[in-house]
């Protein structure tokens, strides 16, 4: 006989990992127990023969469900002691430690079989989940994770449920929070957007009205989606009038991996990805455009699968199996989560209503990823992810970390963990900024936390800023600003576990620490100093954000540097008035730009690509889109500046495709970045920020790298990881 104790960490809460434990301790013969430990612990003690032990520990690792992550075990020897058999211990009340939030999960492969099969109670069944799948972190009002601490509560568990429930036989709904059925759990109605409820089957006549061609806002996991016909073009224009957004892409939700094939591009690892429990909407290469005004001008679009079997039978009903699915938001507001909020806020949008009456408490937006140069990069991280823990090497004060302004996230940060809200959006809008104080103040309250220091970015003019001083009075805590693109440098430093390096950060526009807007820095890190070696060429920005908006101003202030305002003019799609205007601006204006967003909005202008910037980092994004070939030029680093006009004087000079120019300035610009940052002999170079999730640029980064790349990939290089940049400020 033999006894130990094993101690297991990670997420192993809230998702079936006790009754897991139990069936194969019996399974294997041997006895003991398994009990919560709180925090994110579960305590083992098994009794037994060394061969029963073996093949405990051989079951474990071959059938350990999915959604438990193990990141630690420790075993020690115990004594023998004499358990009759082994048992599921209640929690005792002396846990202190409060365990991790579980992420909301796709519906898994075994409630959809229940779903399908006529015989099973949960036959058609829209909500159907167990231990192992669906809504955990949108449902959940506060931990720890019981079904009265979330909006289930609102339905009590009919006897078959509260069976199953009681079972520990019951592989997947013992203890399992969430569970509900046909009789006692949520039920869905369809409306049209006046409120006349339409009887019927709500699925099938919700499928009947998008083949119409009508606008149908659907509630989900973590919030609504707006529906339509992907292949009904009149409907798509329609959307994008009554929404506002004449550019940007809408994601497509498919019904399976074969479907999305016909459509697009799937490798095996891509595949993998779409088909994983947190189901992100993944950016693939088109095969075949479904209709061209689905996304205008790219060569991805974006899908992912169903992920509650709601949206399967959806899906199901339709005669293509997929649907567009954008986020039933007002453009830059948050997506709605009642269904108040879509009478009131989409009245405009969307002809009908589907919704259920279980409560969203969390906003959770979808998860958006892609592959660029063969690195999985993340551009939103919300559903599936958020707010799971991401573990930095080391010890971290309490603190507060407010990211910077557009698609946002926040962050806290306690012991070895930084914790980010999810997406919240731009948070210079009101309603957004408020969503990111609701979100911190929830994982504040969760885990008990006193923040110690508060971090902020150093631009004067963000609202985030605001909200760093107000929690920094609230808390005593200690306030800090950190430069923008060392922060977009410091978050691949966490993420990889490394105090120094050089990084490449390249964006938009952050504050610069000499009040200029940067956005293509090489800086030199070692702890919490830095310096910058290398920037692209100051140019010109006069006006301001306003340049953002406009590529042909940017174009223009970028030719300004060795043409005439009269040769400008020939270049450039700006009126007489807009011209006079820009270059009186510019002779008065002592503000100045390094970014790379703007240098590629600039050529974006110039190869008529887009001249008006409809939604973040759109001219870029197009850019990307064409495909030509690298042609012979190289980019002078001249001092501490990459020259960036010599790239204008060479495709003025040079009769040359476009589709060439454009692939060679981005290519040619990742080489020019890597060898300024070369020169410093670094042993690892991080590379950051918005604009190195481009194909060609992180490509000829990474082509001429001698030194180690380091790229993000649990956070979002763009502004969304900023937050878990700055948490690790203090740590440094
Ligand atoms: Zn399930
Ligand atoms: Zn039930």
């Given amino acids: 006989m033999k006894a130990y104790k094993i101690i297991f960490s990670g997420i192993v809460q809230g998702v079936g990992f006790r009754p897991f434990i139990y069936r194969i301790a019996v399974k294997s013969g041997v006895r003991g127990y398994v009990r919560n430990l709180g925090g994110s612990e579960v305590e083992v003690k098994i009794v037994g023969k060394e061969e029963n032990i073996a093949e405990f520990m051989s079951l474990f690792f071959l ?3 999915s959604p438990a992550k193990i990141e630690k075990i420790i075993v020690e020897d115990s004594e023998i002691e004499n358990f009759k058999e082994f048992q599921i211990l209640k929690s005792g009340s002396t846990i202190k430690e409060v365990g991790e939030i579980p992420p909301d999960l796709s519906v898994c492969d075994e409630c959809m079989k229940e779903v399908l099969n006529e015989k099973d109670r949960h036959y058609m069944y829209p909500f159907n989940s167990c231990a192992y799948c669906g809504p955990k972190f949108s449902i959940i009002y506060k931990l720890p994770y019981d079904r009265e601490n979330t909006s289930m509560k609102d339905f009590p568990m009919c006897s078959s449920c509260q069976k199953e429930y009681e079972d520990p036989e019951n592989e997947r709904r013992f203890d399992a929070q969430g569970i509900s059925c046909p009789i006692c759990g949520p039920k869905l109605f369809l409306e049209d957007i006046k409120g006349e409820r339409i009887e019927g089957d709500p699925i099938a006549l919700t499928a009947k009205l998008i083949e119409e061609g009508k606008i149908v806002a659907i509630k989900g996991i973590g919030g609504f989606h707006i529906a339509i016909d992907p292949f009904n073009d009149d409907v798509i224009i329609r959307l994008r009038e009554r929404k506002k957004r004449p550019q940007q892409p809408f994601a497509l939700m498919a019904i399976s991996t074969d479907v999305i094939k016909k459509y697009a591009e799937v490798s095996e690892i891509e595949e993998e990805i779409l088909r994983s429990p947190e189901r992100p909407i993944l950016l693939l290469k088109k095969r075949e455009s479904i209709s061209k005004y689905i996304s205008p001008g790219l060569d991805r679009d974006g899908f992912f699968l169903y992920y509650t079997p709601l949206h399967y039978l959806l899906l199901n009903s339709l005669k293509n199996k997929i649907s567009v699915m954008t986020s039933g938001n007002i453009h830059g507001l948050p997506m709605c989560i009642d269904e108040e909020c879509v009478k009131d806020k989409l009245k405009d949008v969307v002809d009908y209503v589907l919704y259920h009456n279980r409560k969203i408490v969390h906003r959770v937006d979808d998860s958006v990823m892609r592959i660029s140069s063969r690195r999985i990069i993340m551009l939103r991280r919300s559903r599936g992810f958020a707010p799971t823990w991401i573990r930095i090497k080391k010890k971290v004060e309490p603190t507060i970390a407010l990211g910077a302004e557009l698609q946002n996230t926040g962050a806290i940060a306690f012991d070895d963990k930084v914790i980010l809200t999810p997406y919240v959006g731009d948070t210079d809008k009101l309603e957004n900024l408020e969503e990111m104080e609701n979100s911190i103040r929830f994982l504040l309250n969760t885990y008990s936390i006193k923040p110690k220091y508060v971090i902020a970015d150093k631009n004067p003019a963000y609202q985030s800023l605001r909200l760093a001083k107000k929690f920094s009075e609230e808390f005593s805590a200690e306030f ?15 993420e990889k576990g490394v105090d ?24 030199k890190f070692e702890g919490s100093k830095y310096s910058r070696e290398y920037h692209l060429r100051y140019v010109n920005y006069a006006g301001g954000d306003i340049n953002a908006k406009k590529p042909d101003r940017m174009l223009a202030l970028f030719l300004s540097n060795f043409l005439s305002w009269e040769e400008i003019k020939k270049h450039v799609k700006l009126s007489e008035k807009e011209i006079k205007i820009l270059e009186m601006q510019s002779k008065k204006s002592s503000l100045y730009t390094s970014s790379v967003g703007r240098f590629l909005d600039a050529v974006s202008a110039f190869l008529d690509v887009c001249h008006e910037r409809t939604y973040e980092g759109e001219p870029a994004i197009k850019l990307e889109a064409m495909k030509g070939r690298i042609l012979d030029f190289d980019f002078p680093i001249k001092g501490e500046e990459i020259d960036t006009i010599e790239a204008f004087k060479w495709f003025l000079n040079n009769n040359l495709r476009k589709e060439d120019i454009a692939t060679t300035l981005q290519y040619k610009l990742g080489e020019a970045l890597v060898n300024a940052a070369e020169r410093l002999n670094p042993e690892r170079i991080l590379v950051s920020g918005g604009a190195s999730v481009n194909e060609y640029i992180l490509k000829g980064i990474l082509d001429n790298a001698k030194a180690e790349v380091l790229t993000l990939s649990k956070v979002p290089p763009g502004d969304g990881g900023i937050s878990l940049g700055q948490s690790y400020f203090k740590v440094l």
């Avoid at 600003?481 to 922060?487: E, G, N």
């Avoid at 390096?501 to 526009?509: E, H, L, M, N």
């Fill in 63 to 65: 059938k350990l469900p």
């Fill in 480 to 494: 800090y600003q950190v430069q923008h693109h060392f922060a977009h440098g410091l978050s691949v430093a966490a």
């Fill in 500 to 523: 120094e390096g050089v990084i490449i950060a390249i964006d938009g526009i952050g504050y610069g620490d000499d009040g200029n807007g940067w956005g293509g820095e090489i800086i």
